[in-house]
């Protein structure tokens, strides 16, 4: 099994991510919400609902705001929202997946068009972009928890697709279909995964010079400002010495 994270080129944005976290719990609380009113508001019985306060706990969300957005679930005057994926090219021909949850699609299509045309990309139809990603499920574990041989054992027994360790995390992929059963089969061996997610992995990288990746780079923030965006993904890579000039 060989790979690689598609997230550790960006990385160095999380610096300015934890500026703002107020707008990052914000985006987790409605996932929490639309899953819990989607499915069951018990965890246990509901996969996206538990992938969502994962992801919550993954950035130190409190305990009382899952809690809140679980509940607001059951109130009767929760706005109807939708999932509607975006695909556009960013500088350089990047390929970007927009996820959004929204309750007016009119409203965040505009708003992910102008993010898109104001920072040197321009939208697509569906289908322009997303035939250069495999959706996969992506399980993520802090090194901590068991050392690469063991990971990979069980990420094997578990079922998964392919394993990749660094100095930061295991990183478990598998089909999208087992995310729920290799999650589960990995929680009751190695306990609850850090994130548990389907995600857009690029089949290849596109590398970019300092000019494109910079201007990238505005792009993918300006639509990780919006309210309605929940994740983006670019098939792009940025060189040591590009991300040097990039943070210096």
């Avoid at 992938?51 to 957005?69: H, T």
């Avoid at 607001?72 to 994926?85: I, L, M, P, T, Y």
């Amino acid at each position: 099994m060989a790979g690689h994270s598609q997230f550790k080129n960006i990385m160095y944005r999380k610096g300015a991510q934890d500026a703002k976290r107020s707008k990052i719990f914000a985006k987790l609380a409605r996932e929490i919400t639309v899953a819990a009113k989607l499915g069951m508001p018990d965890p246990a019985a509901n996969p996206r609902l538990r992938s969502a306060i994962q992801a919550a706990r993954a950035e130190n969300m409190p305990k009382d705001n899952i809690e809140r957005a679980i509940k607001k679930s059951q109130g009767g005057d929760e706005a109807n929202f939708e999932n509607v994926r975006y695909e556009g090219f960013g500088p350089g021909g990047i390929g970007v997946i927009v996820e959004a949850l929204t309750d007016n699609r009119n409203r965040t299509a505009s708003e992910v068009r102008a993010a898109f045309s104001k920072n040197g990309g321009n939208l697509g139809e569906t289908g322009s972009v997303s035939f250069m990603f495999d959706q996969v499920g992506r399980i993520e574990y802090a090194t901590e928890v068991a050392d690469a041989e063991a990971m990979f054992d069980a990420a094997i027994e578990a079922g998964a697709d392919d394993v990749t360790s660094s100095d930061e995390e295991h990183e478990i992929i598998c089909a999208p279909d087992s995310l729920n059963e290799v999650s589960t089969a990995l929680e009751k061996k190695l306990g609850e995964p850090r994130k548990s997610a389907l995600v857009w992995k690029p089949q290849n990288a596109i590398e970019v010079d300092s000019d494109a990746a910079s201007t990238l780079i505005k792009l993918l923030d300006a639509l990780d400002d919006n309210d309605d965006v929940q994740q983006t993904y670019a098939n792009f890579e940025v060189s040591d010495s590009v991300l040097e000039s990039l943070t210096s």
